[in-house]
């Protein structure tokens, strides 16, 4: 029997396999390519589609594919096969280095925010050597950019790797200022903890509001759901550890580095988490993560529900980004050192994240803005939508001693002339984990909570990155001119730390009174909803940081703006929908049958006995009747309100419309039907309860 060192990324065309496969001048070649940016040579990039084409077919492969990430949310793959006619009348297998480095497919119908017209069909898929080639279903996957005829990028992974390369470009210039002539780059790295779902097939097909939207839009509470907190951390059930154990065996062939699974908090729910990768790679892996997730669930007669929120009362699921920066000579500088210039250098990075967070907190927020999200932020189960930073009590005293020019307590020694104190060791972890607050400081690293469970992390990482590589860009500009670079950088930390410290905030995130000091005392923004989010990318201020760095241009953000908000209401406009036709075709027939039982059983009893008074059935009988009213009412309310939703053209305005008119409509709609669910016989009701899909799988 294998162990898992055996097939640990088997189906990867990774560096192990380069180095056996191609010649030492190519494997160098490519290796440069990897580690330094710029193009192939057509010689090189043969040699390389032909060994990898040699090892997918002697792995099952078939056929090839440039895999990307369009700005749809999910991945897309156009498979075509290695074959090509042999003069005998057979074929032969071929791959070319120009089918590795580009494709064409058709990129008409994946969403552009009018980047361009339909008619103009044309896109580009682009090798991104960076990220290992992978074998999935009998197909050899090629991690590719996906870009328009114009060049414009279409997809998360190009923006993605244009903020890796700018926070690069920005790092470098303070470490040089540092005297780290050592180091070649800097990249940043993460490690995304998934939650999710596991719900039994069979019921999840009964229910229309599962198929069609990823979330329940009825469920009445059940009589038990996470209020013992006894699921948590929980045994394992046995065919929920059997499906655990068969996705982590596809995982580990793809060599993605699933590290640590569990129960979480609500019944059903659960979590994955990986070990960290270079922030591209980890996209990658979260992607085809979420993908396997779902095949694997199909083989167990699962369904895993992705959806930040699928069930009310419940905790959602999120998505923690554990974000890290460091060096290509393996320094993490979120790590304090051990002399003087590296706890320096340690706090202006840290500062320089500080600022980010604090400049930039509107697209932190929109980063993460869906409309499954907003069911999460703020419900006491995720971090509020006001964006904070927790750094701990430890870390937050020496900056405060710092802005203040005072010995901090903790160190014997006294003020440097940087003005930066000598720090003890800084242990890690050596505060409480603050799980309210959206951005935390854990030691090395932060790890920023506001992610949905669906969510491609590349959003996140994108603005992340960018903003911090501006604060390290006007770091630089102001060191670079400096005459005496301590006394420079000891007024830069404290400017720092004096005009950003409002972002930092150690308390309870849940609580009313943080909002309103946030809001009212801090100036921080409170972005409740998508549609109060996602516009603010258009500001001028994040407009000219994006365009600035080369992380995007200013077409390409307001495109994301409109498929975003477009994303929204379609989300939300699918959803009422639904509601319509399951309180039609469902909940509304089902309710009047049993009504119609009642009374029918009611009348026979009368029929025999007649001076029974049926206290019990017409008393229920009545509030059922008065039920069917109310869901009937406001099923007809909602309908009305989508006919007048769908005339509307513009989509800031149809946003706005699903926030402010549909959503609570279908809030209206739902109560009362909660509310017959508690009434009806179990046996009447027309699909799964919350009990049933909660304790289900066992």
């Known amino acids: 029997m294998s162990t898992v060192p055996d097939y640990f990324g088997s189906l990867v ?80 297998m071929e791959f070319s280095g120009k089918e590795l480095i580009q494709g064409e497919p058709d990129a008409s119908s994946f969403p552009s925010g009018g980047l361009r017209a339909t008619f103009e069909a044309r896109g580009y898929t682009a090798w991104d050597p960076t990220s290992y080639a992978f074998i999935k279903d009998k197909a050899l996957c090629i ?38 002539e050592d180091v070649k780059c800097v990249r940043t790295s993460v490690g995304p903890e998934q939650e999710y779902f596991l719900v039994d097939r069979a019921m999840f097909d009964k229910r229309k509001d599962l198929i069609f939207c990823g979330r329940t839009l009825f469920g009445a509470k059940p009589p038990k759901g996470q209020e013992m907190d006894d699921h948590y951390f929980g045994a394992i059930k046995p065919r929920v550890a059997e499906y655990m154990a068969d996705l982590n065996r596809e995982l580990w062939q793809l060599g993605i580095l699933a590290k640590t699974e569990h129960n979480e908090v609500a019944p059903a729910q659960h979590e994955l988490a990986p070990i960290y990768s270079t ?43 554990n974000w890290s920066i460091a060096t290509d000579t ?65 870390l937050t005293a020496i900056l405060d001693a710092i802005e203040k020019d005072e010995p901090y307590s903790g160190a014997e020694k006294t003020v440097m002339k940087l003005g930066v104190h000598v720090l003890p060791k800084f242990i890690r972890d050596t505060t409480d984990r603050n799980r309210t607050s959206p951005f935390a400081f854990t030691g090395n690293k932060f790890e920023f909570r506001m ?116 994303n929204y209401r379609k989300t939300v406009n699918i959803e009422a929908q639904t509601m319509v036709d399951m309180v039609r075709k469902e909940i509304l027939p089902a309710v009047e049958e049993y009504t119609a039982k ?30 069917i009213d109310r869901i009937d009412a406001a099923a007809e309310d909602l309908e009305n309100a989508l006919t007048v939703y769908h005339r509307i053209e513009d989509v800031t305005e149809a946003a706005n419309t699903i926030r402010d008119v549909i959503i609570p409509k279908m809030e209206a709609l739902r109560a009362p039907c909660d509310e017959a669910e508690t009434c009806t016989a179990a046996d009447m009701w027309p699909f799964p309860t919350y009990g049933e899909l909660l304790f289900g799988v066992k």
Not at 297 to 308: D, Q
Not at 481 to 486: I, Q, S, T
Not at 603 to 609: I, M
Request: proline letters at 4%; a negative charge; one cysteine or more.
């Open 451 to 566: 992610l949905g469970s669906s969510n491609s992390i590349a959003c996140s990482n994108i603005m992340l990155n960018a903003a911090v590589a501006e604060s390290l860009r006007q770091y630089a500009d102001y060191l670079e001119k400096a005459d005496d670079f301590e006394a420079a950088l000891h007024d830069l930390i404290q400017k720092t730390i004096k005009e950003h410290k409002r972002i930092i905030f150690n308390g309870n995130g849940y609580d009313d009174a943080w909002i309103r000091e946030a809001t009212e005392q801090r100036g921080m923004l409170n972005l409740r909803t998508t549609p109060d989010a996602l516009p603010c990318i258009l500001e001028k201020k994040n407009v000219d940081m994006l365009t600035s760095l080369k992380v995007m241009s200013e077409a390409e953000i307001r495109s994301r703006c409109e498929i975003m908000l477009d």
């Open 143 to 180: 991690p590719t950019a996906f870009c328009s005829y114009g060049g414009e990028a279409l997809d998360k992974k190009t923006p993605l790797l244009r903020s890796m390369q700018a926070l690069n470009k920005q790092a470098m210039r303070i470490l040089d200022l540092f005297g780290n």
């Open 330 to 394: 393996g320094v993490n500088l979120l790590t304090p050192g051990e002399t003087p210039y590296q706890n320096a250098r340690f706090l202006l990075f840290l500062c320089a994240v500080i600022q980010a967070v604090d400049d930039y907190q509107d697209l932190l927020r929109l980063s993460v803005a869906t409309a499954g999200n907003d069911h999460r932020l703020g419900a006491n189960e995720a971090p509020p939508a006001v964006v904070s930073i927790f750094l701990g009590d430890e």
């Open 279 to 321: 922030t591209n790679i980890a996209t990658d892996h979260n992607q085809l993560t979420m993908e396997i997730m779902q095949k694997v669930a199909a083989r167990h007669g699962l369904v895993c529900l992705l959806h930040e929120k699928p069930f009310d009362g419940v905790n959602g699921s999120g998505k923690h980004n």
């Open 13 to 92: 065309f990774d560096d192990r396999v380069m180095k056996a496969r191609l010649p030492y001048e190519v494997y160098t070649s490519l290796k440069k390519t990897i580690d330094e940016g710029g193009n192939l040579n057509n010689e090189v990039a043969n040699a390389v589609a032909d060994a990898m084409k040699d090892w997918a077919v002697e792995h099952g492969a078939t056929h090839f594919t440039h895999w990307f990430q369009p700005l749809t949310g999910v991945t897309a793959e156009k498979h075509d096969s290695f074959i090509t006619p042999s003069p005998d009348g057979g074929v032969i």
């Open 598 to 627: 009642l009374a029918g059983a009611l009348a026979a009893k009368k029929a025999v006995v007649p001076t029974l008074t049926g206290k019990y059935e017409t008393g229920l009988i009545e509030k059922l009747s008065g039920l």
